[in-house]
């Protein structure tokens, strides 16, 4: 149990253009999604909460017009990043948590996504 | 601001050495939670703990919340080369609502064969 998945797992886009990544928990639902930033050999950085039928909350520093968020399900959240610049590429990660997780705070992570903006 | 600190940030080992992985914050955590990352894909949990005190094991693997709940160690017995990963600890303020994680800076451990 507790598979969340991303897709793409990987893409390249040219400057400029917009991407999107989607998130789904697959086997539970999850009212709340997390969307993660990852620099070569570094540690997770939280950019946003992701809440179902809510506004997300984003991390400090983080645009929201940039990296838009919308938590249409309970098993789907998507992250779309706009006009993408070469310093948008990264490794984005999801994670999710299950309901019956609220009391030990678990979160499950999907496999994530190669951006690379050219 | 990092609130978790890990050490060592990086550690390359003999297969079947020990190792210990500490994770320290000045704050006080209701839950922590271990991953293990490899290239490329996702962090997988490995345990969470909740309790002052708490011991778990998995396998080879020991942790170990402390008693107040501030740090956490992570003890490999006889290390794998399929122990290489990047360990990553996560602290949790509240164990209701929706309240994010704050992850450790991260260990990456090397296993030689």
């Known amino acids: 149990g507790a598979v969340v998945s991303q897709h793409p797992s990987r893409v390249i886009c040219k400057s400029g253009t917009s991407v999107k990544i989607e998130c789904r928990s697959l086997?539970?639902?999850?009212?709340?999604m997390f969307w993660y930033r990852q620099f070569p050999k570094q540690s997770l950085m939280l950019m946003a909460t992701?809440?179902?039928?809510?506004?997300?909350?984003?991390e400090q520093g983080v645009e929201k017009d940039k990296f838009l968020i919308n938590h249409a399900s309970l098993t789907l959240s998507t992250l779309t990043v706009t006009s993408a610049h070469p310093e948008d590429s990264s490794f984005y990660i999801c994670?999710?948590?299950?309901?019956?997780?609220?009391?030990?705070?678990?979160?499950?992570f999907g496999p994530g996504t190669r951006l690379t903006v050219l | 601001t990092q609130l978790l600190e890990q050490s060592p940030q990086f550690l390359s080992i003999q297969e079947g050495e020990n190792l210990t992985v500490y994770c320290n914050s000045s704050?006080?955590?209701?839950?922590l939670q271990w991953y293990r990352q490899e290239p490329g894909e996702g962090p997988v949990l490995l345990v969470t703990v909740v309790t002052g005190g708490e011991v778990k094991k998995l396998k080879r693997l020991t942790f170990q919340f402390g008693d107040a709940r501030k740090d956490s160690s992570l003890h490999i017995t006889a290390a794998q080369p399929g122990d290489t990963g990047l360990y990553l600890c996560a602290g949790g303020r509240s164990n209701f609502g929706n309240e994010k994680l704050t992850f450790g800076t991260g260990t990456r451990l090397t296993i030689i064969p």
């Open positions: 994670s999710a948590r299950a309901f019956r997780d609220l009391v030990r705070n678990e979160q499950f």
């Open positions: 992701s809440n179902e039928g809510s506004k997300a909350t984003y």
């Open positions: 704050s006080v955590f209701s839950s």
């Open positions: 086997d539970f639902q999850a009212t709340t």
